[in-house]
């Protein structure tokens, strides 16, 4: 992969590779909480600051993404609310950007954590 394949976390950016990949249609997209996730099996990256406000790099799995959002499986607990940086990667495009944590459920395999993106206006 080359640098021109890493591209801003925007909606539209999200809204065109859910196209292209899973073919949804454009009205089907909202900002309601019930906004359809799929399975999305993908490496993720994190950066997440420590206590003393540097950021710690990690990687997390993607378990499913919406346009607004994903959830992934992490070893550690992140604080709700927490903003972080991003990276989810993909064959035909990556995506930098920024993301708040909703929610870390501890689960059986570490922690479900539910981030939603923070798209720039």
Not at 82 to 88: G, H, L, P, V
Not at 89 to 106: D, K, L, M, N, W
Request: with cysteine; net charge negative.
């Amino acid at each position: 992969m080359n640098t021109a394949e890493i591209v801003p976390l925007t909606k539209e950016a999200v809204h065109e590779f859910l196209l292209s990949q899973i073919g949804i249609e454009s009205h089907r997209l909202s900002e309601r909480r019930e906004t359809q996730r799929w399975p999305f099996p993908a490496t993720v990256e994190l950066w997440i600051k420590d206590e003393n406000g540097i950021e710690q790099y990690a990687l997390a799995t993607c378990l499913n993404l919406s346009l607004y959002g994903l959830g992934i499986l992490h070893d550690e607990m992140l604080t709700e609310n927490e903003e972080i940086s991003i990276a989810i990667h993909e064959p035909e495009v990556s995506f930098h950007g920024r993301a708040i944590v909703r929610h870390s459920t501890q689960i059986d395999q570490g922690y479900y954590v539910g981030l939603y993106f923070l798209f720039p206006s």
